[in-house]
């Protein structure tokens, strides 16, 4: 069987690489005599490269060459990846992709694309890089209605926070820190500010809720706010700072969705992902919860997850497999305003037993936290649920100008 | 299409409550108009059930019954359940089993009759519960050559040993109250002896690394001799001990295998696998380590991988799944005595610093462990990587009077 390549950048050498290394048992599990790579579409050329003698620069060439039966989209981006996966899937080829991007913004179209053409469009890599997800979902939690999904789906702000949290550095010592290491770039926005975790979010509402989900509808926090001191109090109440990316079903139907720091129970496994790594949690009616746990992005995690896909593409080459979404509607997203949860809130005040008055006031009960060290005129306070509307509400009109941080609780 | 269940007890209820409860979906993602269960065999009858109706002795009428397409195992133990399920696969009907004993005692045989017949028996709810875990190693990790494969497989021996590390209970005490509460048998040997484990661990071994392995092959310690000493060791060196059942690939090709009590490291989240939550962790050579995580055991998550495994069933009814493995040989199992691995050694001496001599050279270099208020002549060392054998031989002729615990440790 023949494969190309689209973008060879880390993930797309990666996955030349692992075709390579491991092609035997690759082989043998894709039922095929043997798996070869046809071609490598990118503008670069890479003369020292063991690949570089399969690079090409024209696309057509591979969407008119019928010997081609899977092709590797790992360019990233939405143009052009979009209309030549489109392309590919129109000629009958089935595509993987690790291009969350892609997948967020037109994944229904593609999904609808490919089974019109009998073809299979496969993105295990797009969350979570090599970490199943996507296929577990589908497959082994199909006896589950999925009460709601949620994790740590961004490997850079997670490594920042865990800096952050395991050795007091400050955001910008951490951010610094990520990006000589590689992990975040030099404009970190994409990361830092949530929009990665939100693409993610939306694959896995789509794939557990079946309605595709825009990532403009989805309200999204990054971590740029988050202080030591805030990391000191979730470590009192018992937990750690996590970004947490999370669908939820609503008893209405309709989905609430948020990536936001949030704080996690101790107990809980995500709590206890650091680094760059990425955990994704399950609740199904039937099973409970269940975590997937792993390397989030790099070369070769990513490359396992697109091989993976790639190996499925060539056993299901001549049946289709039954994989897809529906459209979405904005009916189907709630108003995060009506989300219920607990809230983290943080206040720097003039006069300390007034403020604890109102908050007592606004929320009745709440459980006041504590840190060592913390200024004289600091409180900071874990509520029940309450209705994120309330919330915005109440505190925009009595806390105002004392409000320093407001991060959600999880129940988990 | 039409499904029976032999053996009624809490996972067979649990399937057909979960097949009942969430039937439309389950139907859809089936691809099937319906999905309906025509018989339950168990010799004890349930006139107040709501299955009671369905409910026959005589396996004859289920293996002759052309309607039935897909039977569902979950009678426990290796006979009558062989011959049932084989007959069912020799008729062409696909099964399903949470059976761990059948499938780590019969499963080769089991798979290459289910081939011969273009029949499916799958069996992800024999290890590890509801977790997704057979599926996502077949499938979403096609692309590694495995390296490794471990984890925690028994939720009673976990929920003992969590009590032990967190409410400092003894062993006997923690083992009463996981009686009490129903999560370990009248005769606990099963667990706490390790088998049961064993037995998951030979599914996985197989699957990961495509050749039987029987359970008499795997040497197996269970948890009964561990000592509140040794938890506040393990505490002290940085982790906690937890019942590891592991197989991993020499470089020899062979593998090794065991079930004992282990070190493990605060950092992996299998020290953080508590209660009775299983964990399992897969190294690949592509994709480093990834965690799988959640109930191990009980009625719904086990009922939600059986339904899982019936709707893949009936989705390749007419296509069969291609999945199994190689039948064992005596040379694919190394000795365990070959083992290369860290130890955790606690010895009662008259004269302390005769034996730390002693150690001192019997070991080389090692680490000494301190817990508070330790007796006097207590030792207690890590040692680095040695051969099992060389350590069994070392340990009885130097030490043989002095040794408390002896514990494995794991680097992760």
């Known amino acids: 069987m023949q494969i190309a390549i689209m973008g060879y950048g880390v993930v797309g050498s990666g996955v030349a690489a692992l075709i390579e290394k491991?092609?035997?048992?690759?082989?043998?599990?894709?039922?095929?005599?043997?798996?070869?790579?046809?071609?490598?579409?990118?503008?670069?050329?890479?003369?020292?490269?063991?690949?570089?003698?399969?690079?090409?620069?024209?696309?057509?060439?591979?969407?008119?060459?019928?010997?081609?039966?899977?092709?590797v989209e790992t360019m990233g981006g939405v143009h052009p990846a979009y209309e030549f996966v489109l392309e590919c899937l129109k000629k009958g080829k089935s595509v993987v992709t690790s291009n969350k991007e892609l997948v967020a913004v037109?994944?229904?179209?593609?999904?609808?694309?490919?089974?019109?053409?009998?073809?299979?469009?496969?993105?295990?890599?797009?969350?979570?890089?090599?970490?199943?997800?996507?296929?577990?979902?589908h497959q082994c939690l199909a006896a589950n209605e999925i009460e709601e999904v949620a994790g740590i789906l961004n490997g850079?702000?997670?490594?920042?926070?865990?800096?952050?949290?395991?050795?007091?550095?400050?955001?910008?010592?951490?951010?610094?820190?990520?990006?000589?290491n590689g992990y975040a770039e030099r404009d970190p926005s994409a990361d830092i500010d949530g929009i990665d975790a939100c693409r993610k979010i939306c694959i896995l509402a789509a794939l557990c809720f079946g309605k595709h989900v825009y990532p403009e509808s989805v309200h999204t926090e990054g971590i740029r706010k988050i202080a030591l001191a805030d990391v000191e109090y979730a470590l009192s109440w018992g937990g750690a700072i996590k970004l947490i990316a999370r669908a939820k079903k609503l008893e209405s139907?309709?989905?609430?969705?948020?990536?936001?720091?949030?704080?996690?129970?101790?107990?809980?496994?995500?709590?206890?992902?650091?680094?760059?790594?990425?955990?994704?949690?399950?609740?199904?009616?039937?099973?409970?919860?269940?975590?997937?746990?792993?390397?989030?992005?790099?070369?070769?995690?990513?490359?396992?997850?697109?091989?993976?896909?790639?190996?499925?593409?060539?056993?299901?080459?001549?049946?289709?497999?039954?994989?897809?979404?529906?459209?979405?509607?904005?009916?189907?997203?709630?108003?995060?305003?009506?989300?219920e949860t607990a809230f983290y809130i943080r206040l720097i005040t003039s006069d300390k037993s007034k403020t604890i008055a109102?908050?007592?006031?606004?929320?009745?009960?709440?459980?006041?936290?504590?840190?060592?060290?913390?200024?004289?005129?600091?409180?900071?306070?874990?509520?029940?649920?309450?209705?994120?509307?309330?919330?915005?509400?109440?505190l925009a009109s009595v806390f105002a100008d004392e409000i320093a941080s407001v991060i959600r609780i999880t129940d988990y």
């Not at 005599?33 to 890479?46: A, G, H, N, T, V």
């Not at 650091?274 to 269940?290: E, I, K, P, Q």
């Not at 070369?299 to 080459?317: E, G, M, N, R």
């Not at 006041?368 to 994120?388: C, F, G």
């Open 22 to 71: 491991n092609n035997k048992s690759i082989a043998r599990n894709s039922l095929q005599p043997e798996m070869k790579i046809k071609y490598i579409l990118d503008l670069r050329s890479f003369p020292d490269d063991p690949f570089g003698h399969l690079v090409i620069s024209d696309f057509s060439q591979i969407a008119n060459d019928d010997e081609v039966s899977i092709v």
């Open 106 to 137: 037109k994944g229904c179209e593609l999904l609808k694309v490919a089974e019109e053409n009998n073809a299979n469009f496969l993105f295990e890599a797009s969350v979570g890089g090599g970490i199943p997800i996507i296929r577990p979902i």
């Open 156 to 180: 850079t702000t997670n490594f920042i926070l865990t800096k952050m949290i395991n050795e007091s550095m400050t955001f910008e010592d951490a951010l610094l820190l990520a990006q000589q």
């Open 253 to 339: 139907g309709k989905i609430t969705l948020s990536v936001s720091p949030a704080f996690v129970q101790k107990s809980c496994l995500l709590a206890s992902t650091d680094d760059v790594f990425n955990a994704v949690l399950v609740r199904g009616n039937a099973v409970g919860d269940v975590i997937f746990y792993g390397r989030g992005a790099g070369k070769f995690p990513t490359a396992s997850a697109v091989v993976a896909d790639v190996i499925d593409c060539a056993k299901h080459i001549d049946k289709r497999k039954v994989f897809g979404w529906e459209d979405g509607n904005a009916d189907f997203v709630a108003d995060y305003l009506d989300n």
């Open 358 to 394: 109102s908050l007592t006031e606004t929320f009745g009960e709440f459980d006041v936290l504590n840190r060592s060290d913390a200024p004289e005129n600091e409180v900071a306070i874990a509520t029940k649920a309450v209705r994120e509307g309330d919330l915005e509400g109440k």
